[in-house]
């Protein structure tokens, strides 16, 4: 257990000393969900034990305190992506919710038939499908930016796709699937420079690395909390100030309006714009308490032991008989995606489970990605911080196990 | 036998490996497509129906060795049955995989189909094994 010990992290995250059927847990499912930390559900315990009350409704006391927790926490996500202001961050329920804002309220009314989007190959259907139905929904066309067998964009054809009618680009910084880190600064400059508005999907990045919008130059960001180490159901919009006050509401109700009569309502500026009903307050607590613990930590002795990890899992993962891995990008975070001839992925995680290795199994929501690959899905460890050799030396004494299953069955 | 090598035992391998009825059935009367979109797995089973009974059944397929597996001891298994006789086959199949005590599985009455009893110690998996089963179920409502 040496070097389970060693890593100065894992005590901060409660659910990594416990077992799974008598096993260590062994957590590699990071690209689904993080863990989190203890301060974060301290931070929690501590909202709903003692600060507890709605925001904005601010005569007592208590909601007052409650508002500037909520602001604060925009504040830190804010600096977090180094966003111009805090008015720049609009608190949603993930990534998901952010593009489907982006493509309704800012996309939509810009379309018309005949306009272009312009997503990747490589996109999660959360970045995916809102543009396709946009698309069918204008009578836009789709343009699909294609990538290398390695699993890297193919820089040029994504440029060559631009035409006069392109009218939004939308991309993943980090592929889920494959773990590619995507050139969004470059990318970014190639729209800007035809003058095409650019969202980018952030949920696979932010976990390893604070994100700079600004140098970016993307208009929009989005990403989800529960990537971050924090609670479900908080992620994060961000967009540029004057784009979010041009755009209508995408939904309407309390707590985002300026007046409303009987003829007509008016609506407040970005973010409360975007956030009608009662918000996931301490969803966003939370968030704010894990960005707090992860700059405490350091984002660079996280990166540098990610980066060490993931070169030692790739080797390692790498040297299993009739295991291919899939994804080989120079440039990738700490995920490890593989088919081994013969197993389906499915059977692989099962087998897995039984040793308590957490992966996920099957297409990862990236069907067209997985079809331009010419597979039905990859078995798929993805790490964080709180991983160490150890865990893969588990997964890959597990995978010596679904070899020898699979391998004695005279296939 | 541990859960694992009772999930992934030889019989279920073997027709994974080499499955029985495999290919599309031409002339067919009825078949249907069984498709899991959380895991990809898909199953296509064709049938054609003789005096009322299964006359001939076969399967097309992509998947984990459960659903494939399942799919090829099924297409063993059904031959010769009555619409009402594979209900309750179906119901037997359904009743041992979710049994919450070990279900009387014995090789000798219920031949390989027995083997599919260890996929209750997996929940997740579960769906994989009766994909094919419900697909055929929906093969002989849709045929004549």
């Known amino acids: ?411 | 036998m541990d859960d694992l090598s009772e999930l992934y035992q030889d019989i279920i391998l073997d027709h994974y490996r080499h499955p029985r009825h495999a290919g599309e059935l031409d002339p067919c009367t009825g078949k249907a497509e069984g498709f899991n979109p959380l895991c990809g797995d898909k199953v296509t089973v064709y049938v054609r129906k003789d005096d009322g009974k299964i006359g001939a059944v076969t399967f097309v397929g992509e998947g984990c060795a459960i659903s494939q597996a399942s799919a090829s001891i099924m297409t063993s298994q059904v031959e010769g049955m009555s619409a009402s006789e594979f209900a309750e086959k179906l119901e037997e199949v359904k009743r041992m995989l979710t049994a919450e005590e070990e279900p009387e599985a014995d090789l000798s009455v219920q031949g390989d189909l027995a083997a599919l009893a260890g996929v209750r110690q997996f929940p997740a998996r579960i769906k994989c094994a009766t994909l094919a089963w419900h697909a055929l179920e929906e093969a002989l409502e849709g045929g004549t």
């Open chain 1, 1 to 411: 257990m040496g070097e389970r010990k060693r890593n100065p992290w894992r005590g901060d995250f409660p659910i990594l000393g416990t077992e799974v059927k008598g096993k260590p847990l062994v957590y590699l499912d990071n690209a689904a969900t993080t863990q989190k930390p203890q301060v974060v559900l301290d931070r929690l315990f501590e909202f709903f034990a003692r600060e507890n009350a709605n925001i904005h409704r601010g005569v007592y006391y208590l909601s007052v305190q409650a508002t500037d927790a909520y602001d604060q926490a925009r504040a830190r996500v804010a600096d977090f992506l180094n966003a111009a202001m805090p008015q720049e961050i609009v608190f949603v329920r993930g990534t998901t919710e952010a593009v489907n804002l982006v493509a309704r309220s800012f996309a939509g009314p810009r379309l018309r038939p005949g306009d272009e989007i312009l997503v990747t190959i490589m996109e999660h259907h959360a970045n995916f499908v809102p543009w396709q139905l946009l698309a069918e929904e204008t009578g836009a066309v789709l343009k699909v930016a294609p990538i290398s067998d390695a699993g890297e964009l193919e820089l040029d054809a994504f440029e060559n796709l631009f035409s006069q009618r392109t009218r939004i680009a939308a991309f993943t910084h980090v592929s889920n699937s494959l773990g590619t880190i995507n050139p969004v600064a470059e990318m970014t400059r190639m729209a800007k420079s035809r003058g095409v508005p650019v969202v980018i999907d952030g949920a696979q990045a932010v976990g390893h690395g604070p994100v700079d919008v600004q140098a970016i130059g993307c208009d929009f960001y989005a990403f989800s909390g529960h990537k971050l180490f924090g609670p479900y159901g908080a992620g994060v919009l961000y967009g540029r100030k004057e784009l979010l006050d041009a755009m209508p509401p995408y939904q309407t109700g309390g707590d985002m309006i300026e007046s409303v009569s009987i003829e007509k309502t008016t609506f407040r500026e970005a973010p409360e714009r975007f956030e009608a009903g009662t918000p996931n307050i301490s969803g966003a607590i939370g968030l704010a308490a894990a960005i707090e613990y992860l700059e405490k930590t350091g984002w660079k002795s996280i990166r540098a032991h990610e980066e060490d990890l993931l070169a030692y899992a790739t080797a390692k993962i790498g040297a299993v008989p009739g295991l291919r891995i899939v994804g080989t990008a120079p440039e990738k975070v700490g995920v490890v995606s593989f088919v081994i001839d013969g197993v389906h992925p499915h059977d692989v995680g099962t087998v897995l489970d039984t040793e308590g290795v957490c992966i996920r199994a099957g297409h990862h929501c990236t069907m067209p990605l997985m079809r331009r690959l010419g597979i039905s899905g990859t078995a798929r460890a993805s790490l964080s911080f709180y991983n160490t050799k150890e865990d893969i030396d588990d997964l890959v004494t597990a995978l010596g196990k679904v070899v020898s299953i699979f391998g004695n069955a005279g296939g």
